[in-house]
């Protein structure tokens, strides 16, 4: 298994191939998702096999993004399918990654540890303190895509996503649960002051 190979590559395809108007879903977004993985996974006490496989399901995770726009979970799928086999991957393996990549469809579903793991390193910033910032490039995002186009849609976009989230992991629910509780009152109030 060379996973070096395959985290090069798609590397070199993120830098390369995603539109510009993925502000969000975007290289920084990938590799935030990937440096929050191993934060998680080491409070969690994931090693070995594990491990690699979950650091590479988080740098496939939007992969998708290269090739279509909606069903972009699929997408990455099917890359990971016609890739990672070259780099020494089992099936058994790359499907476990398709499973974790799967879990992060909205609403997130993950069905195992390593799959909540990677569902929570996925909206880690919900709940740290540059969650104004990120935010921010997502809703750059939707209104490129015509998602919606006023700050007040997002707010109440925001709220409502907020409200429904949950963390899977202990480390989550302990470290970014309670700021993400400020994020929703502070967005909550927004609204109510820009009625």
Aim: with cysteine; charged share 25%.
């Amino acid at each position: 298994m060379d996973a070096n190979g395959a985290r090069a590559y798609i590397l070199h395809r993120l830098r390369h191939e995603l539109p510009a108007g993925r502000t969000y879903h975007s290289l920084e977004h990938t590799l935030d998702v990937y440096a929050s993985v191993i934060s998680i996974a080491e409070q969690e006490g994931i090693t070995g096999e594990g491990l690699v496989l979950l650091k590479i399901a988080a740098l496939y995770h939007d992969a998708g993004f290269t090739v279509q726009d909606t069903d972009h979970e699929e997408a990455g799928c099917a890359i990971v399918r016609s890739v990672l086999p070259g780099y020494g991957f089992a099936e058994a393996q790359v499907e476990a990654i398709c499973a974790m990549i799967m879990a992060t469809r909205i609403p997130q579903q993950p069905s195992n540890e390593l799959a909540k793991v990677l569902c929570d390193a996925d909206l880690d910033y919900l709940g740290r303190p540059d969650f104004d910032r990120i935010g921010s490039t997502l809703f750059e995002e939707m209104r490129t895509y015509g998602a919606l186009t006023t700050e007040r849609e997002w707010n109440e976009l925001q709220v409502r996503f907020l409200e429904r989230h949950a963390y899977f992991t202990p480390t989550n629910k302990r470290l970014r649960e309670p700021l993400k509780q400020k994020h929703l009152a502070s967005v909550r109030a927004w609204l109510e002051s820009h009625p």
